[in-house]
């Protein structure tokens, strides 16, 4: 066992919220596959393949439970950039029982309540370099905001609040490569996370740890990552060990992947189990994590979430959008309204430069308002 471990505040931080962060077993320092970043480093939003709204619920140690809500995206004129949102809710019911099994009271009432902490995040990151040969170099940060709520008749006056930042790096480039594609094969990262402090008399410090990472693909559907953490505290004190984590994620088809990982922590070793099945519109993923806290109870440390694929539901409101705006361009052009339907074509090629039929009537539009102008033109002559 470490001696030194546990005596750290807002342990809701080295909680993974689900996704493939739980699921590779937090060995994610130097990755990007989905929201997860903004867990593990936030330089990673400027790597993220696609718009993501998720929802997650992680079934944590006997009847605790974990909720996160992620929001992660890279805006269309600046793909550089990468923006996130992520709020995790720690829910613990408490009940004190004594030796006898009878439910006792503290401080005039019974000892029933619950222990909450809630965690918001904020990150930001910018990619400089990026070019075809290059994945570019990903600088990222974020703040973070907690609260713990602890019901008065457990313990009085041990509510607080916290803030904290992290601040991380990441990379991507090729080198040995031996399989065609547009995706680097390595990736590195760094991280430090949690620097901050919490707002109460004695406090605690913070889970303060920095993260070194590193990623291949040695074949292009499968992801292989490790990571090196180093906890340390800003208060002095000695901090826990510093620990590894494994994990791997493999495409078994263009809707199905797995993932798995391990962690290897001094009196805390973990292993994870999970996978991923996209339908059109969103990605069911579920994990199960193994350790010294798991029961031998069905869904017991499982995890599901929900992932909304906002780029596909955007073309899709635009694909909506791009026929509502031809079927107006040809009520217009059949009306002899050739201008208007011009601009109706034109409107809805903007949203779909693909859409064919859109295209086809906008030149029949033009050559019909061109035979006007010279019909126009002849008469008057």
Do not use: C
């Not at 962690?263 to 996978?275: D, M, S, V, Y």
């Amino acid at each position: 066992m470490d001696p030194n471990a546990g005596q750290n505040s807002f342990l809701t931080l080295t909680i993974p919220g689900g996704g493939k962060y739980e699921g590779m077993a937090t060995a994610h320092t130097a990755m990007a596959l989905d929201e997860g970043y903004l867990e593990s480093n936030p330089a990673g939003g400027s790597f993220l393949p696609s718009t993501i709204l998720s929802f997650s619920h992680v079934d944590w140690i006997a009847d605790s439970a974990l909720e996160t809500i992620s929001f992660a995206f890279r805006p269309e004129k600046n793909e550089d950039f990468g923006i996130g949102f992520n709020t995790k809710f720690l829910h613990v019911p408490f009940t004190g029982y004594n030796d006898w099994g009878s439910q006792y009271s503290r401080y005039g009432s019974s000892a029933v309540g619950w222990y909450t902490e809630l965690i918001a995040t904020a990150a930001v990151s910018y990619n400089f370099l990026r070019s075809f040969y290059f994945g570019g170099v990903s600088v990222g940060a974020s703040i973070k905001a907690g609260y713990r709520g602890v019901s008065a008749s457990l313990e009085p006056g041990q509510s607080a609040m916290s803030l904290m930042g992290d601040f991380g790096v990441m990379t991507r480039f090729n080198f040995l490569k031996t399989y065609a594609a547009r995706d680097m094969n390595w990736g590195a990262g760094a991280t430090v996370k949690n620097l901050g402090a919490e707002f109460i008399d004695n406090p605690d410090p913070l889970p303060t740890y920095a993260s070194l990472g590193l990623s291949y693909k040695p074949i292009r559907p499968l992801t292989i990552a490790l990571d090196f953490n180093i906890p340390f505290n800003l208060n002095g004190e000695t901090a826990e060990k510093f620990s590894f984590a494994a994990g791997i994620n493999a495409e078994i088809a263009s809707f199905v992947s797995a993932h798995s990982g391990i962690l290897i922590k001094t009196g805390k070793p973990r292993f994870t189990l999970g996978a991923d099945v996209s339908l059109k519109n969103f990605t069911i993923q579920t994990n199960y994590t193994l350790d010294l806290a798991s029961r031998l109870e069905l869904f017991d440390r499982m995890s599901i979430t929900i992932k909304v694929d906002m780029d596909t539901v955007k073309q899709l409101l635009i694909k909506d959008d791009v026929q509502d705006l031809y079927l107006a361009g040809l009520d217009a052009f059949a009306q002899g309204k050739l201008s208007i339907a011009i601009g109706y074509f034109e409107n809805s090629l903007s949203l779909d430069p693909t859409f064919k039929p859109a295209r086809e009537m906008l030149a029949t539009a033009k050559e019909s308002m061109n035979l006007e102008e010279e019909l126009r033109r002849t008469l008057s002559n």
